[in-house]
């Protein structure tokens, strides 16, 4: 069964008939398996459910969850199954390497290499993640000999409604944003702005870029969000006056420094901000949603990387440069500066404030001590992107403040 292998039906008997008369979640684990093995993904959900209601911190049950759901093409929900997995057991090798395959399928070579770098970085040696590795290196070899073309953002916006109407999922270009039904829990918006800058940054063409996003927009289209799935995947996300217009109907109160607290439902790659009809038919109350949503992201912090600016543009630096970048990439980069486990990080790699902040990449938030000239000056010369947050600021006793 560990193999892959169908078992037999007077096997699959025997072994149901042990799982039933042994205690704990082994041998029922074990059957969920064999189900899967037996094209029966169906049935093994139904038995992995009732085990993760049993044994809610059992990391293996996650992980079959994560893999009957896939069986079953529901590829977002087997994504919040191996989060919920990691969440458990931070680090877990088998749930980074599916999530890696994960965003492989979906065209995110960007996300599978870095998932595929922390199981590296554990373990050198690990087969699958080496696998991985050599098949993502050949396709960048592969893409630097020949770059897709890249299309304008009124072709990709174009591709990708023709994409979402051919696959049913209703969907709506309003100025610069993309509206899509969720399930019962509203009208979502997303940034074609961020969708476009993400498509220009992948080496993939615009057909294999639409269908990702397009594949994306359609799991949450049928998955409906209730009470509990928006508490537990809530996210908030920082954006200045400017985006108000252009974020009409999302849920949003006032931050620091005159900035706004918007939220997201959690995704890696898609920022999609909650509309208020969706707090409304959860009967969620804007306090409790915001306190769901800041715990939710204390759950989830950005290590800090040092960072150069050369001619404007950012790179990775091998040593600390006196800038540094929390660079998940999510859209939650800018909120995490308010956290204050996320300012005790920074405080220990970059030491001790007050700091200079710049928001003007949405895909990152830059930092650096203010007594560090030389590192002030490099960050100001970073380019105010389309999608970033206008301003100066500074951080300082755990608060952000406008400059």
Known sequence: ????????????????????????????????????????????????????????????????????????????????????????????????????????????????????????????????????????????????????????????????????????????????????????????????????????????????????????????????????????????VLRDAGFLDRAVGAVRREGPAGLFVFYALFDSELVCYLPQAALEQARIELEELDLAAWRNLKEKPAALQPVRVEGGQLLLAEKPSGVWALAEGDGHDGARLLSPSQQRAIAEAAGPGPYRVSLAKRELSLICREEELDAVEALEAVPQAADGVEGRFRLFEGRLTAL
């Open 1 to 236: 069964m560990e193999q892959g292998e169908t078992l037999s039906r007077d096997e699959l008997s025997q072994l149901e008939r042990a799982a039933d008369l042994r205690p704990g979640p082994s041998l029922r684990l074990s059957l969920a398996h064999a189900l899967i093995n037996a094209d029966a993904a169906g049935a093994a959900l139904a038995l992995l459910e009732g085990l993760r209601r049993d044994f809610p911190r059992e990391v293996q049950v996650r992980l079959g969850l994560a893999r009957a759901l896939s069986s079953l093409e529901r590829w977002a929900e087997a994504e919040r199954a191996l989060e919920e997995a990691l969440a458990l057991n931070p680090k877990d090798p088998e749930a980074l390497v599916a999530l890696a395959i994960s965003a492989m399928r979906r065209g995110e070579r960007a996300r599978a290499r870095k998932l595929v770098g922390e199981v590296l970085e554990v373990d050198p040696f690990d087969g699958e993640a080496r696998l991985l590795r050599e098949e993502l290196d050949a396709e960048v070899e592969s893409a630097l000999e020949a770059p897709p073309k890249k299309e304008s953002r009124r072709d990709f916006a174009r591709a990708l409604m023709e994409r979402l109407k051919a696959q049913s999922t209703p969907a709506l270009l309003q100025r610069d944003h993309l509206l899509v039904r969720l399930g019962r829990g509203g009208v979502g918006r997303l940034d074609l702005a961020s969708l476009y800058a993400g498509y220009l940054a992948e080496a993939r063409d615009l057909s294999e870029a639409v269908e990702a996003i397009a594949r994306e927009l359609a799991e949450r289209a049928l998955g409906p969000e209730g009470k509990d799935s928006i508490l537990a995947r809530a996210m908030p």
